[in-house]
C-alpha cells in the first residue's frame, strides 16, 4: 500500500539543500501524506491494528525522524488516547475526523520543564468554574516541555494538556483537557509558545515550551466518558496511569524506527564497503571489506537488524493480547525498546567510522540519524529509568516476564544468571529495596539485566523462525561483547575464545553477506550516494557548484642586489 513512498516527491528532495524551516516544513507534509496513505479508522489505532503497526513501522519512518516524532504523537497518544471515550463521546468525532485527515495536528502536553519524568506531579492547574475549566500554568517550572507548539508552519494545532483539576480549592489529580493551541496563523489567546533552540546534527523540529494564562475551556474538554465525573479517585496513581494509558504502547511504537535505521547503516556501510577499494603492495586494487576490521561492524549490524525486524512484530502482536497483565505487556515493551536502543547505539556510530569522512556527512544519513537516535532514549520513556523500575518491580517478584527456558541458548542462561544473582543480592541486603545498598548496588545492574532479558527474547525469536545460523551466531557474539566477564566465568569462554567464536560466526556469514543484506529489504528507502559509484556521481552533479573569473593579483618581489 506504501510502496511508492520512498519515490514520491516529497521523499526524493535532498534535506541537506533546504534551510532549516523548509526542512521543518517538509516534514509536516510529510506527515500528512502517511495520514493520507494508511488512511486510519479511530478503531485502527485504539486497537492498534495490523494496519496500525504497518504505518508505525514503515521504513519510511527511518528517513525523517522530525515526521516520526509529529506522527507518533499525533496518533498514537493524542488520537489513541481520545479514541476510546468516542463510544460515549460522539462530540469527539469531528474532532478526530479532523485529526485522521490531519487537518488538525495533535500534540500531547504532559511533561513539564521542572519535573520531567515525574510527570504525576505536573503543577498546571485546571480550575473548575459555573461554565467549564481554566487551564494555568503556575509557574515557568510548570510550563510543557517540549512538544512542537508553534504556528509557524500553516498548521492548525490542538493538544491534550495534563492539569490538575481543581475543584472547590481541592485538588482532584492530574487529567487530560482538549486546548486548542493555534490556527494557520497564530497561537490562541493566552497560549504562548517558545520556540527551542535546535537540536544540533537531527532533523529539525519545532521543538517548543508551552504555557497558559487563564485559558477558558468548556466542560466538553475534559477527556472522559463521562465528563461530569469530577470526582477524587480512590487511587490518584492509578488514575494518572489509566489517563497516559497510551504511553506503554507509544514505549513500543518509538522503537519501530531505530530498526529500519540500524537495517539502513548495515547497507549503506556494506555496499560502500564491496566496492570502496584501495591499492596495496599488488597492482590490483583491494576491496575494503577484505578486512576484518571492515567485517566486524557491518555483519554485527546486518545481523542485528535482521533479528531485531523479526523479533519486533512478534511483540507488537502481543502487546495486544489482553490475556497478558497489562504491566507484563510494558515490561516487555521497555525491554524491547532497550534493546534495540542499545544496539543502535553501538552498532550504527562503528559502521558510520568504517565509513571514513564520508560517514561524517549528512547527505549519508549515519551521522544525522546517530544525533536523531539520542531523542528516543527519551521519547515515552527514559530507557534508564523504565529499566529501574522494570528490574525493581521483578526482583521483588510483583510480576514475572516470560523469558526462553535456560537450556534453550547461552543468551537464556545469561538473562537467568543475572535476574537469579541479582535477586539473591536483595535477598541478602538489610533493608531490601529501600536499602541505600539497593540504590548503590543493584540499580546500576538494571539495563544491564533488561538488555539481556532483551538479547535472549530476540534469539530465542530468531531460532524459531528459522533465521540462518550465521546471522544466530554473530548476534549472539555481538552479544557476549557486553559481558564478557560472565561468559569466562559461567560459560568457559575465556578472552581468546571469544575472538575464536566470533572468527567462526564471520566466517560463516561473508560468502552470504550479499544475500544478507538484500534480506534486510531497505535498499528502496536508502538514499546515500555511497553505496555506489554511480549513485556517487550522481549526487555529485547534484551539488552547489561555486566557479567564478577573478584573476589573483601577484605581489611582486623586488630583487635585492
Known sequence: MADHLPHHPLFTT???????????????????????????????????SPKYWAMMTDPIMSLDTAMFTILAAHVGLTIGTLSRHLHKRPDLRPLVNRLLRFDTVGIYLLTERGHGLDAFNIETTATKTPDGFIINTPREEACKFMPASTPSFGVPKVALV??????????????????????????????????????????????SITSFKHVHVPFSALVSS??????????????????????????????????????????????????????????????????????????????????????????????????????????IAVIIKTTVCRHFQRCVPEVAE?????????????????????????????????????????????????????????????????????TNLLNSLRGGHRSESFNSLILPQAELAVEAMGHALAYSAGLKSGLPKPILDVYECAVIRRDPAWYSENAGLTRILQRIREDDAITSTLPHLDTYLNDLAIEDYVSAPIVSDEAWKQYHNAMPVFTGNAIPIHEQVQAML
Open 162 to 207: 495534563m492539569a490538575r483539576l481543581m475543584v472547590d480549592g481541592e485538588d482532584r489529580g492530574p487529567r487530560f483537557f482538549i486546548v486548542p493551541i493555534c490556527n494557520e496563523h497564530e497561537m490562541f489567546k493566552g497560549v504562548e509558545s517558545i520556540r527551542l533552540g535546535a537540536r544540533p546534527g537531527t532533523c529539525p523540529l519545532d521543538f
Open 14 to 48: 535532498r534535506l541537506e539543500f533546504l534551510p532549516t524551516d523548509d526542512r521543518v516544513s517538509l516534514s509536516y507534509k510529510r506527515a500528512r501524506l502517511l495520514m493520507h496513505t494508511y488512511n486510519l479508522s479511530p478503531s485502527d489505532v485504539q486497537l492498534c
Open 226 to 331: 463521562n465528563i461530569y465525573d469530577h470526582s477524587l479517585p480512590a487511587s490518584p496513581l492509578e488514575k494518572w496511569w489509566d489517563e497516559v494509558w497510551r504511553i506503554p504502547l507509544g514505549t513500543l511504537a518509538v522503537t519501530a524506527p531505530w530498526i529500519s535505521s540500524i537495517k539502513a547503516a548495515a547497507f549503506i556501510a556494506g555496499r560502500y564497503s564491496m566496492h570502496r577499494s584501495l591499492v596495496g603492495k599488488g597492482a590490483d586494487p583491494v576491496p575494503i571489506i577484505t578486512f576484518r576490521t571492515q567485517q566486524w561492524p557491518i555483519a554485527q549490524a546486518t545481523a542485528v537488524g535482521l533479528v531485531m525486524s523479526n523479533w519486533f512484530p512478534i511483540v507488537a502482536k502481543s502487546s495486544g493480547d489482553k490475556s497478558l497483565d497489562h504491566r507484563v505487556r510494558h515490561g
Open 354 to 422: 568504517r565509513c571514513g569522512a564520508q560517514g561524517t556527512f549528512e547527505h549519508n544519513y549515519m551521522a544525522r540519524i546517530e544525533n536523531d537516535g539520542k531523542g528516543v532514549i527519551i521519547a515515552e520513556g527514559d530507557v534508564l529509568t523504565l529499566c529501574i523500575r522494570l528490574f525493581s518491580e521483578l526482583l521483588l517478584q510483583r510480576y514475572k516476564i516470560p523469558l526462553p527456558d535456560p537450556s534453550e541458548s547461552l543468551l537464556a542462561r545469561h538473562a537467568a544468571s543475572i535476574l537469579e544473582e541479582n
